[in-house]
């Protein structure tokens, strides 16, 4: 009896996932397009991020990761908070109100929810849509429309930290392969920066960092001339957060 | 009656807020002993951060504002986000659950809570205890024992977010009065950092981030020689921050 209290889903605090991936070309974020179940009279293509209510016995990152396991098929993947979203009107579009009362007990419930993102190597994982997720896309990021509820905002306050990071952490280690080109890593760096870095800046900069060891290895299989192989030099990245601290 | 339903307190959402202040030698916070009200026989100390439920009608960033108000007279402060702390456990000390049981209406509800935190020059504002609150005072920070609920927790993820941002953002304009001097500058520093920081390296880089412009003015009424005043360049802040973006 006390287990099954203890279980029960909190109707007033959710998670939403903000999952960004990298194909090589375009950065991508994870969206779930949900399921009206029985209601197929209902035309629902709205796409959301991954996210449901918590339950009462779990910590908010436990119920992020059951969360987005439970909808996308993807596992242990290191989320970080990005901030709690409670705007009172954050479930009051129809399409979404339509889909509440079709799934939720308590559809009426202010609901407030906590952001979570993470960064992934899309080729690393496999994605198998269950729960109330129809399907389950890599959407290029820079296309992305109107998404239900406030996930526009949630998309927008996690890109905000991502750009944020990519100068100060290793970003890159999530979305690249251990080995990769510069032109390869300029292409990431263009994406989630959403500007035309001035490439030849990119390279010369880049390299006087420290960020970056070369390796011996070429690109293989390329029909042009194959580019040298880079990997991260993680210390540096530390070295560079541990400058804004200089005075000790 | 619909009013009333708006105006409803969520039972399993509340804010918390960490306001830190700077009395020229000390970094204090804000903390509240909390009354028991009717309950008069049970000895009850414990500090705790400013907080309480959210109200259904309310953002989260104007029920921070409302509660902190409402709880020690403070007022139009600018409250920043630190994040949400929803550790099932979080309201399960024996004291709290006292507290609980005597003032909420569902003390037994799960609570998840978002905390902000604020910076302001203790100078500047007038407190007033009011609602729960039986005393309101300021903290020294370095002697801050345990509180009740998390709120160590929430405390110590204000205190990081607070020394990141101290070479980054103009942090020292909320604290400190518009003219200063370095020995204040520094004691500021020294105490934020928690860290004996060398006095002349401190001195010397200081003045050579650009962050400061010498003012004509000197101290007045010290028993010693009266040291030179400055002021903040909020400008070579934000210059700063863009550094870390130079590839454009």
Redesign the interface.
Known sequence: MKEKFLNQT????SVDCVIFGFDGVELKVLLVQRDLQDNLEIQDDTLVLPGDL?R?????DE?ASRVLTGLTGIRSVFLE?I??????NRLSKGKDRTWLEAVRLKPDA?V?T?GYFALINIKNYKIKPAGFAKHVVWHDYKVVEELGFDHNEILDAAIRILR?KL??EPVGFKLLPRKFSLHHLYCL?NEI?D?E??RR??RR?MLKTGFLKETDEFQEGVPHKPARLYTFVKKEFENVSRK?????
Chains 1, 2 share one sequence.
């Open positions: 909190n109707p007033n605090v918590i009462d016995n779990e910590d908010l119920a908070q901030g709690a979203f409670g705007n009172p202010r407030i906590v944020n100068y100060r760096y920066m500007a870095i001035d800046n990119f900069r804004n601290f200089k005075f000790y």
